[in-house]
């Protein structure tokens, strides 16, 4: 978090960038992405979750900061990851009757 006690963006892009070099499949999945970004705030397992969870990234802040990155064209998603995205997305338009 950052001194005034809200998230620091610019440290969670850097934890983002950071396990995404070391491992690109954070692109990918959204569970392991939280796993490095938490681990890399410092998890604490003698913790109980809750502990934990009050002062970790929330998951949306994680993931639309990926989102972010990714829009930005600073990390990068498999194909299979976008294709799959794609399709979702048509699958979801044409449901929603704008096909």
Not at 12 to 19: H, S
Request: hydrophobic share 35%; glycine share 6%; charged share 30%.
């Amino acid at each position: 978090m950052g001194a005034d006690g809200g998230i620091n963006s610019d440290n969670i892009r850097a934890k983002i960038r950071k396990a995404y070099y070391k491992n690109n499949k954070v692109a990918d999945d959204d569970a392991l992405l939280l796993n490095e970004v938490w681990k890399a705030s410092g998890w604490d397992n003698s913790k109980t979750l809750l502990q934990n969870l009050r002062v970790m990234p929330s998951p949306e802040t994680i993931r639309r900061t990926r989102q972010k990155l990714v829009a930005e064209g600073l990390i990068k998603p498999s194909a299979t990851a976008t294709d799959r995205r794609y399709a979702t997305w048509k699958r979801v338009r044409k449901e929603l009757g704008y096909e």
